[in-house]
């Protein structure tokens, strides 16, 4: 069936670093771009960064640009994001989701990865 | 940049409808989608562009966008229903997405 997993949260010290990853199954991961988005513990959704499916078009929130990078391989169906310079308020389910619509609406969402900054 | 405004909540008796706002500025020249989140689970896309509906949500589930509101409307509400529901779009400008605060949809 289609699938996102995440994996690669956990606890980390302020300025440390930690790499998410989001591995796919049973869709055409090639044709979809992909976007980690996170939700702070009782909060709302917040959008944090995009890849296109080519993996050309990258995009983050200001608040975490120059400290996360977002990278695909599309061999391997996963899309990663590396995290550096991890603040509290990085703290959030981090989950990835994708789609192919044109008006980048997001069909496919894995169940989550948590991290914790403290 | 967009900021999409969305009640706390919304509370509605079963059988009833309900409808949900998301307001910005001139987002009816915006595509809008929407999202249910239950306790504990991922979202769940359930309108796309204004107002279509992936395959397997119920037509119960619609949506609207005209001028300064997107509205998601669920008819004859169903204790199942109870969830956060989310607002989205892409400001292509920016190339972000934004989303809104989101709403508590209580099944009274």
């Known amino acids: 069936q289609v699938q996102l997993v995440e994996s690669g949260g956990t606890l980390v010290k302020p300025g440390g670093s930690l790499r998410l990853s989001c591995a796919a199954s049973?869709?055409?991961?090639?044709?979809?771009?992909m976007s980690w988005i996170r939700q702070a513990p009782g909060k709302g959704l917040e959008w944090v960064s995009f890849?296109?499916?080519?993996?050309?078009?990258?995009y983050y929130r200001d608040s975490v640009k120059g400290r996360f990078a977002i990278s695909r391989d599309n061999a391997k169906n996963s899309v990663y994001l590396q995290m550096k310079g991890l603040r509290a308020e990085d703290t959030a389910v981090y989950y990835c989701?994708?789609?192919?619509?044109?008006?980048?609406?997001?069909?496919?969402w894995g169940q989550g990865t948590m991290v914790t900054v403290s | 940049s967009y900021v999409l405004t969305q009640p706390p909540s919304v509370s509605v008796a079963p059988g009833q409808t309900a409808r949900i706002p998301c307001e910005e500025h001139?987002?009816?020249?915006?595509?809008v989608h929407w999202y249910q989140q239950k306790p504990g689970q991922a979202p769940v896309l359930v309108v796309y562009?204004?107002?279509d509906r992936p395959s397997g949500i119920p037509e119960r589930f619609s949506g609207s966008n005209s001028g300064n509101t997107a509205t998601l409307t669920i008819s004859r509400v169903e204790a199942g229903d109870e969830a956060d529901f989310y607002c989205?779009?892409?400001?292509?400008?920016?190339?972000?997405?934004?989303f809104g605060g989101g709403t508590k949809l209580t099944v009274l």
């Open positions: 989701a994708g789609g192919k619509r044109l008006r980048k609406a997001f069909d496919i």
């Open positions: 049973g869709f055409s991961f090639s044709d979809n771009y």
């Open positions: 890849i296109g499916a080519d993996g050309i078009s990258i």
């Open positions: 001139n987002i009816g020249i915006k595509s």
């Open positions: 562009d204004d107002d």
């Open positions: 989205q779009l892409w400001d292509v400008g920016s190339d972000h997405w934004v």
